[in-house]
């Protein structure tokens, strides 16, 4: 696997792991005890740290890009593993 596109894949992993990251961690002004702004929802976060949530994707996305690049070098789960419609054998024979 070339150096890019082993990059772009880190990419993807980094930004479908926002979306796991992003609800943990997070207090809302009740739960911190403080007033809330005039108009904010209920469950508007307190305050946002962009920092940590960046550190955390990146910790999350690299680990599950680690995980990916394993399974690439010792094809532990290969594609025909879980092919239920068992079209790569279809393929071969035709």
Not at 30 to 57: K, N, W
């Amino acid at each position: 696997m070339r150096w890019t596109s082993a990059f772009a894949i880190w990419f993807l992993f980094c930004a479908l792991s926002v979306f796991f990251v992003l609800p943990f961690g997070v207090r809302t002004a009740e739960e911190a005890g403080v007033a809330p702004v005039p108009g904010q929802a209920e469950s508007a976060p307190h305050e946002f740290r962009p920092l940590r949530t960046i550190i955390r994707v990146l910790i999350v996305g690299t680990v599950l890009w680690g995980l990916f690049l394993l399974n690439y070098h010792f094809e532990w789960i290969t594609p025909q593993m879980i092919d239920v419609l068992d079209t790569w054998n279809d393929a071969a024979s035709s």
